[in-house]
């Protein structure tokens, strides 16, 4: 299985409309962020199938990785390095069923039962959050904060991502205080910036060394 990178940045036009997803791509990949997710939840395959072609060069060539957001037909058609699933997405199981060997799968989870539903499953991640107060979900959800992460943390047994309302600093915050911390994933913070380059490399800097 895949090692999933540290830091993922997310890709979105719904909070911002300075930059396309191809723009927002591209900037991260400059500051070499190893993990990047499309998410684009309007997708038309009509309008948007070769946006995310492109991305998908885009990514291969700086030998990064590229996660779709919710859509598995997408990612088993561009080849993309995996697809990250909700929990009102593709079942997991029907996902697997489908998907080639190797595939990176993560998935979203919001309470430990729910975990334990999954847990034997083989995900290269587990999607976990929000952790601060974050605007990009349509279905607000009280942020856990970092004791609440640490539960998951410790729960978990595959590589846990954090999500919601990380900026640089928080980032930081969060791998020193919580050492099981896998990563972090990136959105708002990113899209929104004055220089989205410079938020992905403050970004970098906050992960803990290998």
């Not at 993990?35 to 309007?42: E, F, L, N, V």
């Not at 779709?68 to 997405?89: C, K, R």
């Not at 489908?98 to 998935?107: E, K, M, Q, Y």
Request: hydrophobic share 45%; proline share 7%; with cysteine.
């Amino acid at each position: 299985m895949l090692r999933i990178g540290r830091l993922h940045i997310l890709t979105d036009t719904s909070l911002q409309s300075r930059f396309a997803h191809v723009d927002l791509t591209r900037m991260a990949l400059e500051a070499k962020v190893p993990t990047i997710q499309y998410r684009r939840k309007d997708f038309s395959r009509e309008q948007h199938l070769s946006e995310v072609q492109e991305i998908a060069k885009l990514v291969r060539r700086h030998g990064a990785q590229l996660i779709i957001n919710d859509y598995l037909d997408v990612a088993l058609e561009i080849g993309a390095t995996g697809v990250h699933l909700g929990e009102a997405d593709t079942p997991l199981q029907e996902a697997f069923k489908h998907l080639p060997p190797f595939t990176v799968v993560g998935a979203t989870v919001h309470s430990l039962e729910r975990y334990a539903e999954i847990a034997h499953l083989p995900l290269a991640y587990v999607g976990v959050g929000p952790v601060f107060e974050t605007h990009t979900k349509s279905i607000a959800r009280p942020p856990l904060g970092i004791e609440g992460l640490r539960a998951f943390v410790e729960a978990i047994k595959q590589p846990v991502v954090a999500i919601g309302g990380i900026t640089p600093e928080r980032a930081k915050l969060l791998f020193e205080t919580i050492p099981g911390l896998h990563g972090v994933a990136v959105l708002s913070a990113f899209c929104t910036a004055e220089s989205p380059v410079a938020v992905a490399r403050a970004l970098l800097q906050s992960l803990p060394p290998e």
